[in-house]
């Protein structure tokens, strides 16, 4: 599989390494806003973003490595007109307007684009389709962290003023003390979680105004208690450099004929490297994506749409052999 990399950033970086260590993955090439000569790899050559159209017949699979806040709704379906393509668009409240935006791209040029791979969404969405089929009569709840989001510091430092930015999601532990125990509460998402940012103004910067539009950010932070911290670059640097992340899938559910027995279902990650780990989940998924366009299945998908053996370098045999 030819893959190119589309964006090198945090994730970008990660899609390399992970392609480092996948015998059956080429990279035909980093494509990048910024001048390639100012770029360093670990080894693939770099390019400048608008020279990716000359490379159409080396590349299978494009794997776009931007941000979801302002990059990813443009990017997507522009780049699925001309390339089968996987992104990991995370803005829960707007991916069905994303996916159409992408799906009239792909379709129109028989492209595969699947949209919004990596772990939330993506394979929490599938533990959350699976659990509930498995428990219809129960209650999802999902957790995340305490860990850094790259989508919200990346909304972060999209704001006018802010230089560099951390974000974490914090889980408020009362909450997910009670899901765990069985006790079925009404949870809000203020209820749920909270958001802590550590932010780096410029020079002169209304730090007012910043922290303003950070609380008031919709579907970001509107909705929960925010706490922003301004601090120098060299704390951010000392304190905040990791990119640590994790969290629970929790389906609470009866079975009986008057729901008598209880049952909880818990999938948990713990990742050391949030965006390694999300550029490990967009490269599986670029595999499946080969696959289903040379099956000619063209459009938008997600995470839903896929068999796990399309996710798996092993064949029917070796799958039912050895991992069911």
């Known amino acids: ?169 914090v889980p408020v532990e009362n909450a997910l003390t009670a899901v765990r125990m069985g006790e079925n509460p009404t949870l809000t998402a203020r209820q749920k979680h909270k958001r802590e940012c550590y932010v780096v103004a410029k020079e002169g910067a209304d730090k007012a105004e910043i922290e303003r539009q950070i609380v008031t950010m919709p579907h970001y932070f509107a909705d929960y208690d925010t706490t922003v911290t301004f601090i120098s670059a060299e704390e951010l640097k000392q304190n905040h450099g990791g990119m640590p992340h994790g969290g629970s899938v929790i389906r609470t559910g009866n079975t009986g004929t008057s729901g008598e027995h209880a049952h909880v279902i818990e999938y948990s990650l713990k990742l050391d490297s949030n965006p390694e780990f999300t550029a490990s989940v967009l490269l599986a998924y670029a595999h499946a994506v080969c696959k289903m366009n040379a099956r000619g299945d063209y459009g938008a998908k997600t995470v839903l749409h896929v068999s796990p053996a399309d996710l798996s370098p092993l064949s029917e045999e070796e799958l039912l052999a050895h991992y069911l």
């Open 1 to 169: 599989m030819k893959i190119a990399i589309y964006g090198y950033g945090n994730l970008g970086k990660g899609v390399e390494c992970a392609a480092m260590h996948d015998d059956s993955v080429t990279i035909t090439g980093v494509f990048t806003r910024r001048a390639p000569e100012t770029v360093t790899t670990c080894g693939a050559p770099v390019y400048r973003a608008d020279e990716i159209d000359r490379f159409q017949k080396e590349i299978d699979v494009v794997i776009i490595c931007g941000g979801s806040a302002t990059d990813l709704p443009q990017m997507t379906p522009a780049l699925a007109s001309r390339f089968s393509v996987v992104d990991s668009f995370d803005t829960h409240a707007k991916i069905p307007e994303h996916f159409a935006a992408v799906n009239a791209a792909a379709k129109a040029a028989n492209t595969t684009a699947l949209i919004s791979a990596g772990w939330d969404p993506g394979m929490f969405s599938v533990l959350r389709v699976l659990s509930g089929a498995i428990l219809p009569q129960g209650t999802d709840y999902t957790f995340w962290g305490r860990g850094v989001s790259q989508g919200h510091s990346d909304a972060i430092r999209r704001i006018e003023g802010v230089l560099d930015a951390r974000q974490y999601t």
